[in-house]
């Protein structure tokens, strides 16, 4: 269940999730969420915390993004970690795709629903490093 309240060029939003016995494990997880994102003339910044909590055990995560946009072209940075749900209790599915990762990206908008997209993402808790680049269509 999630809340969204927007004033001007300024949203705020809350979440909340239940998810229980977790492919049969007892480890019922509940997750809350706020987030925050404003537009500042070409920028727009992007801020969400949550926190899980399953058999007691609770696990911060928390994300951050700026994107700048001139015209066709979009910019966006972002910086993530929810490397904490790994602390979760064996069971929780939701533990399994956690890390620290931090990213680049770009669109330039061709017109006609066509974009070029292309990205750097480095995942820090495992050391690897993924690139992308292509076209998006959108009809």
Do not use: C, R
Not at 13 to 39: K, L
Not at 125 to 137: E, K, N
């Amino acid at each position: 269940m999630g809340v969204k309240y927007a004033i001007g060029n300024v949203s705020v939003s809350a979440a909340y999730e239940h998810d229980n016995d977790q492919d049969g494990a007892p480890s019922d997880i509940d997750q809350y969420f706020v987030g925050v994102t404003g537009t500042f003339g070409a920028v727009t910044a992007k801020a969400v915390y949550g926190q899980a909590d399953s058999l007691g055990v609770t696990a911060d995560q928390f994300a951050v993004s700026l994107t700048y946009s001139a015209d066709a072209l979009a910019v966006t940075a972002f910086y993530t970690d929810d490397s904490d749900l790994a602390s979760l209790p064996t069971g929780s599915t939701i533990s399994a795709g956690s890390a620290e990762a931090f990213g680049l990206g770009a669109s330039y908008d061709l017109g006609g629903g066509a974009k070029v997209v292309g990205g750097y993402v480095s995942n820090e808790t495992d050391d690897t490093d993924a690139f992308d680049l292509g076209l998006s269509f959108s009809f």
